[in-house]
């Protein structure tokens, strides 16, 4: 019969399960808490009673064998469901919270996450009140009594003309190293009346009210003039030359909302204001979160590509909260992926959480994309994901973010000569007993060539030793740290001169100097890291006294950053897998730094490029496996022709080149008839052909400029063996 007055009606609640006991537990539980309830575990049954009945609340499992919960979730927003959905499930956390948030962007209402075994207690509980969803974490603390405070347009513009905005920068850093690479600039409002105004909250306004675009480039120009002005505080301090160089190449990201997606003026303005400030487009990172290429992904196509056009680097941010689908991402010109800090911050709990982290940052290096962490709230993680290859890191363990002066008070205690904090560094490389490496080789055994000294290392100063990860000249990988010179020179960022131990109280008495190696002379220059960790350094040995005088010190300085270089440097994707020889990145990484050292050493040196005309055919005659052989081959024999200072590389699939460094005419057609000669009798194991052009460097030449040359000399003469 039915009533015109309204009559009291129970709550309805539908439950879909696969697991029948599981249907009939909650079915009970609802009942006993006096609300009428219905279970099935057919999800056609399951969607005739959505409409039919009318359930006011929806349990479901997650994970059920005809049909998953996400995809539930899908259908019941399809239906425009406006039952309060409840998930259950026997899963870990981390698929919850995903499932949670998937809910509540799909616009369904979520009420709590009910996680297996449960009670009727947290059911009742869940009914009543509600839990909120997904994580909780990264949520502000909940005020206690009063609620927040709910600014309004008005206000926040005239927040913006007051300049009550303000910009917290958050450094960002290489895992592996631990230099600085950038910060992250984020908007803090400082309410006169009201105090602190999260983000969180004044965002979402301004984005509704029109203002964000006016917000983000009152944000830019703040950080621009910022950041500009940064490394001018510490050039003029004597201790920290390291440091200004370093603030003037790291980056700046900064949050782009959606909606700003379309305003292609905001990026003019953003252009010109680096331009202004002197701060190249390419040290910017525009942030946007994953959903701007899922909500018009045309538009973000086509915006992305003119921002990278224009410089600008672009990063994901908040990844793995998304939707954006693989594809996506491959069409999308991102040059990093930022992981969201739900997956970071519960590493160390949620063994989900450290599958997606791994997935993602793999996903990222396929794509050829930095990936950053955020949100790392312990050394632990940050190890972690040191471990698993993650290129950047941001959270509270390296800094919270700062406003301008604290910024500025933790780059200076950054600094300071914290022995604890430069052995963390030191240990953290991995660097320690392990095998040597031609990439440090290569510079040693330059540095006794060009100093023209017996010995040359490359130290690392650990607690209680020094270790060779580099030594030419002899055969010893460690001293004892007391005996250590390089422990002296690494006290400063200045290259160290001995000229005479004998004649130096310091070192008089030194087991080395009174016993071998029978030191006299020794030369040394700091090898930093981090914020300018001195690790160790790369130093010159000698039995005489000796000179270095103003452009050797400039030598060896410069020689030790190549060693820093190579150290911050990916040097994995630098080297062809085949013949172990550099590829052609890392040729191109290194030539002009080696042409730079050749022209303020005043060397000569020339360019050799070899390329092997018919490897194709070869190939084809005897099969890949014979022409990798020969490739190998032909790799080792350059190692035997030419010095193991000089820079080889693999420069394409039948090209290689060879940089001699030092090489006085007729040094180059002298070692070209090496070479002639000694691939003369590889051919007759492996008959290919090649032809070699060759040039000296001459003032004002580039890489390129001398890859070129050789190469058009090459075809002129066509020195065809
Ligand atoms: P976001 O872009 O994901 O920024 C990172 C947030 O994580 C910041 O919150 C930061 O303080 C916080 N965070 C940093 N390290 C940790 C950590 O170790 N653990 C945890 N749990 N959190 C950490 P914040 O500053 O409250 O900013 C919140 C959000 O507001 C930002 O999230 C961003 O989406 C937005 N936002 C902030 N500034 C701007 C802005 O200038 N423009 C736009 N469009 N959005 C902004
Ligand atoms: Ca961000
Ligand atoms: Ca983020």
Redesign the pocket.
């Known amino acids: 019969m039915l009533s015109s007055t309204p009559v009291y009606k129970p709550d309805r609640l539908l439950i879909l399960d696969d697991d029948a006991l599981t249907g009939q537990t909650i079915l009970n539980m609802a009942r006993i808490a006096g609300i009428e309830a219905q279970f099935t575990d057919m999800p056609d049954e399951f969607f005739r009673l959505v409409q039919s009945w009318q359930p006011d609340f929806i349990a479901i499992d997650l994970i059920m064998p005809r049909m998953d919960g996400v995809q539930v979730l899908i259908e019941l927003a399809k239906l425009d469901c406006q039952a309060e959905i409840i998930i259950s499930s026997g899963v870990g956390g981390r698929v919850l919270d995903a499932a949670a948030r998937s809910a509540s962007e799909h616009g369904l209402k979520l009420l709590g996450v009910l996680a297996k075994p449960f009670s009727p207690a947290k059911l009742r509980g869940i009914l009543r009140r509600g839990i909120p969803p997904a994580t909780t ?2 949520a502000p603390a909940p005020p206690s009594n009063n609620a927040p405070y709910v600014p309004s347009k008005e206000e926040l513009m005239a927040a913006l003309q007051r300049r009550e905005i303000h ?2 920068y ?1 450094p960002k850093i290489n895992c592996r190293t631990r230099l600085l690479a950038g910060f ?5 409002w400082r309410h006169v009346e009201h105090g602190l105004i ?3 909250t004044f ?1 979402p306004l ?2 509704q009210s029109g203002l ?1 675009d006016p ?2 480039e009152y ?1 830019v120009a703040e950080a621009l003039t910022w950041l500009a002005a940064l490394p001018g505080q510490f050039a003029t301090l004597p201790e920290h030359p390291y440091l200004a160089r370093r603030l003037n190449e790291v980056s700046l990201a ?4 959606n909606r ?1 997606l379309s305003n292609l003026t905001l990026f003019e303005k953003l252009e010109e204001l680096c331009y202004a400030t002197g701060v190249t487009p390419q040290r910017l990172i525009l ?1 946007l ?1 994953e959903s701007c290429a899922t909500e018009d992904p045309v538009t973000a196509l086509d915006v992305l590509t003119r921002l990278r056009m224009k410089g600008f680097q672009v990063s994901i ?2 990844f793995g909260t998304g939707y954006s689908s693989m594809v996506q991402l491959a069409r999308l010109p991102f040059s990093e992926i930022k992981i ?2 739900s997956f ?2 519960t590493l160390s709990q949620h063994k989900e959480s450290r599958t997606v982290v791994k997935a993602i940052i793999d996903l990222g290096h396929g794509l050829g994309l930095y990936t950053a962490a ?4 312990n050394f632990d993680t940050l190890e972690y994901l040191r471990s698993i290859g993650c290129d950047l890191a ?4 390296i800094k ?2 700062l406003d301008a002066e604290g910024i500025h008070e933790w780059l200076s205690s950054q600094h300071r000569d914290d022995e604890q904090h430069r052995l963390g560094v030191l240990h953290s490389l991995g660097l320690l007993d392990t095998p040597s490496d031609e990439r440090f080789d290569r510079i040693t055994r330059l540095a006794t060539r060009l100093f023209n000294v017996p010995i040359s290392l490359f130290s690392l100063v650990d607690e209680n030793r020094q270790w060779f990860k580099s030594h030419t000249g002899i055969d010893v990988r460690e001293t004892p740290r007391e005996h250590s010179f390089c422990s002296h020179a690494i006290q400063s960022d200045q290259v160290m001169v001995v000229e005479d131990t004998w004649l130096d109280p310091r070192f008089q008495n030194n087991a080395l100097v009174t016993s071998t190696p029978h030191i006299r002379f020794y030369a040394g220059s700091p090898v930093r890291v981090g914020m300018g960790s001195r690790l160790g350094t790369l130093c010159l040995i000698a039995e005489q006294p000796g000179t270095l005088d103003d452009k050797g010190r400039t030598l060896l300085k410069n020689m030790s950053v190549m060693i820093e270089s190579e150290l911050a440097g990916d040097y994995l994707a630098h080297i062809d897998p085949m013949t172990r020889l550099l590829n052609r990145r890392g040729f191109d990484a290194r030539c002009d730094d080696v042409i730079g050292i050749c022209n303020s050493a005043g060397l000569h040196a020339c360019l050799f490029l070899i390329d092997l005309i018919d490897l194709k055919r070869f190939n084809q005659e005897h099969g890949p496996a014979a022409g990798d052989r020969a490739l190998r081959e032909f790799a080792r024999l350059l190692g035997r022709v030419f010095r193991g200072s000089d820079l080889s590389a693999r420069y394409g699939d039948d090209d290689f080149v060879v940089l001699l460094i030092d090489a006085t005419p007729p040094g180059p057609e002298r070692a070209l008839s090496r070479f002639h000669h000694a691939a003369q009798s590889l051919y007759q194991r492996i008959p290919i052909h090649y032809q070699v052009g060759w040039t000296m460097l001459e003032p004002g030449d580039n890489m390129q400029q001398l890859v070129a040359r050789a190469s058009q000399r090459m075809h002129a003469h066509n020195e065809t063996a």
């Open positions: 974490e990264d910009v917290a958050q992250e600039a984020l908007a803090r999260p983000p969180d965002i301004a984005e964000i917000l983000t944000i900064i949050n782009i909302s700003s942030e979160t941010d908040d969201d800090k970071v911050t955020e949100g790392i709230e941001q959270g509270y363990a919270e973010p």
